[in-house]
């Protein structure tokens, strides 16, 4: 019997390397891989692991390298540009499938893919990083504490930054519009198109819908009709996103995309000073059709260390014996617990506010 393994694609990236080298930390030995050689062997040769350097343009072309891997964790962005020809490899190859997207239509895409998986014995999970981890495991527990929920309210407070992938995927949702989801279905408003006040846990702010990753995951969570995701900004920087939706649609032209993408990869990810500094408040609402309420809270690390973390135990359990076959958001395969037991997390709190 050989031991199980996994590979970190695009593990040269900020966010990759971070995971890598707590993979590392923690015994294991996953492949690294990446298109470029020149940036994947110094950092294999420095963490002392075997690489593959190859692109992910078709699923044919990708489902070789995936010979002998059990599980892929797929962490170069923006998704949208690889993450169906990785999950169509990983159905043909028989390798689970994760991924730390924040991306609506990569989850939406990953269950299409769910029978297909489901016969293949092989398990898709998207977004098991902080996109979605947190709030979603603060879905579950809401539907849990009002089982009859119509209305499901999340949102983060984190200072955290940007990435360069981070960046370059928020670029591109730009002229895509907000996104929320009403009477089941996902539905594109304009940006920030709902302002309120919230206490995330660290006082009351303004806050502003965006199109955050579970509009799709807690609906497939929670089964509630009705979602919104909200962040906290300052009613200036509120007035500046709204301003755009007058440009919205320039800004996906190609030569607009393209300059913004070439500004976003000149993004330094958070140093590991700023990254300990930059705790993360997490809330969600939900209300049911009498008017009743219950609210969650949590308190957890800076949104890079809950990606690393949370993946990585994602990962283990995988490697341990995974569920059946399918298209899973994080709370339903590993637990809404998960959120709590990530280093530097406080409990869930829920209240009748």
Request: charged fraction near 20%.
């Amino acid at each position: 019997m050989t031991e199980p393994t996994f590979m970190i694609y695009g593990a040269y990236g900020y966010t990759g390397e971070l995971i890598a080298r707590q993979a590392v930390a923690q015994g294991l030995s996953p492949v690294l891989a990446g298109r470029r050689e020149d940036q994947l062997k110094p950092l294999a040769d420095a963490l002392g692991l075997r690489y593959k350097a190859f692109g992910m343009r078709e699923a044919s072309d990708i489902a070789p390298y995936l010979d002998g891997v059990d599980v892929l964790l797929h962490c170069a962005g923006p998704f949208s540009a690889t993450a169906p020809q990785a999950i169509a490899a990983c159905i043909q190859s028989k390798t689970h499938y994760l991924d730390i997207t924040g991306e609506i239509n990569v989850f939406e895409h990953a269950f299409t893919r769910h029978e297909h998986a489901a016969q293949a014995g092989v398990v898709l999970c998207c977004g098991v990083g902080f996109d979605v981890v947190p709030t979603d495991c603060i879905a579950a527990y809401l539907v849990q504490a009002l089982p009859d929920a119509a209305e499901l309210a999340l949102g983060f407070d984190s200072r955290s930054g940007f990435s360069p992938g981070t960046a370059k995927t928020s670029v591109e949702g730009l002229a895509d519009g907000g996104k929320i989801r009403r009477n089941g279905r996902i539905t594109t408003v304009p940006l920030a198109a709902s302002v309120r006040e919230i206490d995330f846990g660290n006082g009351a702010k303004q806050a502003m819908t965006i199109p955050w990753g579970d509009v799709s995951t807690a609906w497939h969570t929670t089964g509630i009709s009705d979602i919104e995701v909200y962040m906290p900004m300052s009613p200036k920087r509120i007035k500046q996103v709204q301003r755009l939706n007058w440009v919205r649609p320039l800004l996906g032209l190609s030569p607009v995309q393209s300059f913004l993408k070439s500004r976003a990869a000149r993004v330094a990810g958070p140093d590991e000073a700023k990254r300990e500094k930059a705790t993360t408040h997490v809330w969600g609402e939900v209300v049911n059709d009498r008017g009743d309420h219950r609210v969650a809270r949590v308190h957890v690390a800076n949104g890079y260390e809950v990606t690393v973390h949370a993946s990585l135990a994602i990962v283990a359990q995988l490697l341990a014996g995974a569920p059946a076959g399918g298209a899973y958001t994080p709370s339903r395969l590993a637990g809404k617990e998960l959120v709590e037991r990530l280093p530097g997390s406080g409990r869930v709190t829920i209240s009748e506010e």
